[in-house]
C-alpha cells in the first residue's frame, strides 16, 4: 500500500517586506538650522541667553544618550534588577554634592546669604507621602521631569500628555504651597546638614551615604542578574 503525502508543517506565508525607514537628516538640518536663528534672535536682546540655549540643548542631547532618568533609577532595581541607571545617578549625586557645597561654604566664608537656604525641605508626614504619590505617579507616566522631556523631544504622545499634567500640577502645587506651609508644616523642622555636622562633616556624611547605596546597588545587581556589569 503506498502511503500519501501529511499535510505540510511549515506555513507558506510569507512575511511583507518592511518599509524601508526615513532618513532623520532632513528633520536634523531644519532643527538645527532653526536653532541657530533662534540663537541669533536671542542674541539680540541678551546674549546671555544664547549660553543658556546652548547648554539646554547640550543638557538634552546628553540626556537622550545616555538614557538617563531617575524614574529608571527606581525601577530597574525592582523590574529588572538592573541597577547601572541607579549607580549613576548616584554619581551625579555625589559630583553635585561636592559642587553645591563648594558654592555654598564660598557664600557662607563670605559672609553672603547661602544660595538655595529658601529651599531646604522641611520634614514631614506631607512630604512622605507626597514622595510616594510622585514615584508612583512617575512610574505610570514612564519617566521623572528629565525623562518625560527627553521623550517628548523623541515624539512620544504620552510623556507629552504627561508634561501637560506635570506643568498644571507645579503650577498647582505653587499656588498652594504658601497655605500647606502655614497650616500643615509649619512646626516641622528644617534640616541642613552643615548646622548639625559642620561643612566638612556633612560632606563626608553624605559621600558615605551616596558610598553605600552604591555599593548596596552592585550587591543588588550581583543578586538578580549574576553581574554588576
Not at 143 to 164: D, K, N, W, Y
Request: proline share 3%.
Amino acid at each position: 500500500m503506498g502511503q500519501t503525502a501529511g499535510p505540510a508543517t511549515k506555513s507558506t506565508r510569507t512575511r511583507a517586506p518592511r518599509k524601508p525607514k526615513k532618513s532623520q537628516l532632513p528633520f536634523a538640518l531644519l532643527a538645527t538650522a532653526l536653532v541657530i536663528v533662534f540663537g541669533f534672535y536671542l542674541n539680540y536682546y541678551n546674549d546671555k541667553m544664547v549660553v543658556y540655549l546652548l547648554f539646554g540643548i547640550s543638557f538634552g542631547v546628553i540626556l537622550q544618550r545616555s538614557r538617563f532618568c531617575f524614574t529608571a533609577s527606581m525601577r530597574d532595581p525592582c523590574i529588572t534588577g538592573s541597577t547601572s541607571v541607579t549607580r549613576a545617578v548616584l554619581i551625579a549625586c555625589s559630583l553635585a554634592t561636592i559642587g553645591f557645597t563648594a558654592i555654598k561654604y564660598s557664600a557662607h566664608m563670605k559672609g553672603e546669604t547661602i544660595p538655595g537656604m529658601e529651599n531646604v525641605g522641611q520634614i514631614s508626614l506631607a512630604l512622605a507621602i507626597g514622595a510616594v504619590l510622585f514615584g508612583i505617579g512617575m512610574v505610570i507616566a514612564g519617566g521623572c521631569a528629565s525623562g518625560t522631556l527627553m521623550r517628548v523631544g523623541e515624539g512620544f504622545t504620552m510623556q507629552m500628555i504627561s508634561l501637560f499634567f506635570f506643568v498644571l500640577g507645579s503650577l498647582w502645587g505653587a499656588h498652594d504651597m504658601g497655605w500647606w506651609r502655614a497650616h500643615v508644616i509649619k512646626d516641622a523642622p528644617a534640616v541642613f546638614l552643615p548646622d548639625v555636622f559642620g561643612w566638612l562633616g556633612a560632606l563626608l556624611v553624605q559621600s558615605l551615604i551616596i558610598l553605600l547605596l552604591y555599593i548596596a546597588s552592585v550587591k543588588w545587581q550581583e543578586k538578580k542578574m549574576g553581574s554588576a556589569e
